[in-house]
């Protein structure tokens, strides 16, 4: 029987598309928690909670939102259907970071949390509390859905 080129075998197991540059390692994080982050990720999938690279495209998308100039930000609501486009909205993102800390074991956690500590810090510093937050009817108990929102992203 003649052997198969790889080229062939590989044809036949497309590598399934992925949104953004999903690496499989999380910035800031050792390769045991990336491990138990991707596990947790893959378990999550099937039930529509997280999705592979959720952590990661999270952790970027509140990076990038605390990156911009200014003394003061405005949080912005998403306008896109497309399931990373949620994030631009940072307190999606923060909802997302929340539920990846709930599902992780106690060390790696500890390590997401050390991360997430001084961008919840510098949130605080530069948003503004909004005082009228109960009326929203679609808002959540964890204070960074109690922030003043400006309207529809801009940035």
């Known amino acids: 029987m003649p052997r198969r080129r790889p080229g062939a075998l590989r044809a036949e197991d497309p590598v399934p598309p992925v ?4 690496t499989g390692h999380v910035p800031g994080l050792s390769e045991r928690a990336c491990a138990e982050v991707a596990r947790v990720e893959r378990e999550q999938g099937e039930l529509d909670v997280l999705w592979v690279g959720a952590v990661e495209a999270a952790l970027r998308h509140y990076r ?3 990156r911009q100039p200014g003394r003061h930000l405005g ?6 259907p497309h399931p990373e486009s949620s994030l631009v909205d940072v307190a ?3 909802d997302l970071l929340q539920e ?4 992780l074991p106690a060390p790696t956690r500890a390590e997401l949390g050390r991360l ?4 919840d810090a510098q949130l605080r510093r530069r948003t503004l509390p909004d005082p009228h937050a109960w009326r929203r009817f679609w808002r959540g108990d964890e204070w ?7 309207g529809e ?3």
């Open 100 to 103: 990846a800390l709930r599902l």
């Open 92 to 94: 999606n993102a923060r």
């Open 144 to 150: 960074w859905h109690q922030r003043l929102y400006d």
């Open 75 to 80: 949080l912005y609501f998403e306008s896109s």
């Open 19 to 22: 949104w953004g540059p999903w």
């Open 153 to 155: 992203c801009g940035w």
């Open 64 to 66: 990038a939102f605390l």
């Open 116 to 119: 997430v500590a001084p961008l």
